[in-house]
């Protein structure tokens, strides 16, 4: 499966974005997909993700902030950011993996596939 990642772009502190991600090749409907995000000089860190059966994930920092949901009929896996902070600011990753145990969701090995990335920017 190809995953192309869209939707980044300036905003400024406090405000809202949404990414997209679209797949294609395949149907996203049986795999787990995942947002991830990299600043500049950090590992890259896991922000949520949702299963095949639409329970959702997130990490402490994306909490009440962020809501990941998924359009299986369109192939798109989103990802609303709202009360946006600079340090927010990241290379946002989307993944798809076919088989990842609840307790692996956080770990980018868990996942097979990987979008090329959207650069989101927070300024202050």
């Known amino acids: 499966v190809q995953l192309q990642a869209s939707g980044g772009g300036l905003v400024q502190a406090g405000g809202s974005l949404r990414v997209s991600c679209t797949a294609s090749?395949?149907?996203?409907?049986?795999?787990?997909m995942a947002w991830f995000r990299q600043a500049p000089g950090k590992e890259r860190e896991f922000v949520s993700a949702i299963r095949t059966s639409r329970s959702t994930h997130y990490a402490e920092s994306a909490k009440g902030r962020f809501t990941i949901s998924r359009d299986n009929a369109k192939n798109t896996v989103y990802l609303q950011m709202n009360s946006l902070k600079p340090e927010d600011t990241a290379v946002y990753y989307c993944?798809?993996?076919?088989?990842?145990?609840?307790?692996?969701?956080?770990?980018?090995?868990?996942?097979?596939?990987w979008g090329q990335g959207t650069l989101v920017t927070v300024s202050s």
């Open positions: 090749g395949r149907t996203i409907s049986t795999y787990h």
């Open positions: 993944a798809a993996s076919a088989r990842v145990i609840l307790s692996s969701l956080r770990f980018k090995d868990a996942y097979q596939y």
